[in-house]
């Protein structure tokens, strides 16, 4: 067995070596194997994506809505109060009028339904509530990005994001009612750049 220390041949009765007098090493000590560790591989940097942005519809309208709701529900209910020929309870009246909110609520839930994602390689359409159905479109196949608002809203300030491609379906596909759609289709427009 050669020395740890300077390579030597050790006597085997010799607790230390005659060369360097460095110890020898017990021939019945018990080794401990541990495990060997290694370093995962990192995957590319052009593998990973990126998520530029994440949008869905205005609240605008919701918001109107809800508002428009509660006016409405409070009107309902004073007008049923006053009305003197037949007198409805307040405890049924109530739930009618509230039941007027169930209106913008629908419009809200299907808002939630509706999602729009761009990342460095694609654009996502996200439809759904629980159950998710996802419409990809990779940027490479997108040929035009328009930005498309009647009068109205551009003065509310929203707009449709119009992306015509070259896939497989071909067609145009529709990011319906955005806020600043202009700065959504200036972002699109660049990572296309980027891409070619």
């Known amino acids: ?38 370093v995962p591989a990192r995957p590319d940097d052009d593998d990973i994506e990126s998520v530029i942005f994440t949008v869905r519809p205005t609240m605008l309208f919701i918001k109107i809505g809800y508002a428009l709701a509660v006016l409405g529900a409070v009107l309902l209910t004073i007008g049923l109060n006053m009305v003197q020929v037949v007198n409805i309870p307040l405890y049924i009246s109530l739930p009618i009028a509230l039941s007027l909110l169930l209106i913008p609520a629908y419009y809200h839930l299907k808002r939630n339904m509706v999602r729009y994602t761009l990342t460095d390689s694609k654009i996502e359409i996200d439809y759904g509530l629980i159950a998710r159905t996802t419409r990809n479109i990779p940027l490479v196949k997108i040929q035009d990005v328009t930005v498309s608002a009647s009068i109205f809203q551009r003065i509310l300030g929203f707009g449709d994001v119009v992306v015509d491609n070259a896939s497989e379906i071909g067609g145009t596909t529709i990011l319906h009612n955005i806020n ?17």
């Open 1 to 38: 067995m050669p020395c740890t220390n300077c390579g030597s041949t050790l006597n085997p009765n010799s607790r230390f070596c005659d060369q360097c007098g460095a110890p020898a090493p017990d021939a019945e000590e018990t080794r401990i194997a541990r495990p060997q560790f290694s």
């Open 180 to 196: 600043n759609p202009r700065q959504y289709s200036d972002l699109i427009l660049r990572e296309m750049r980027d891409r070619h």
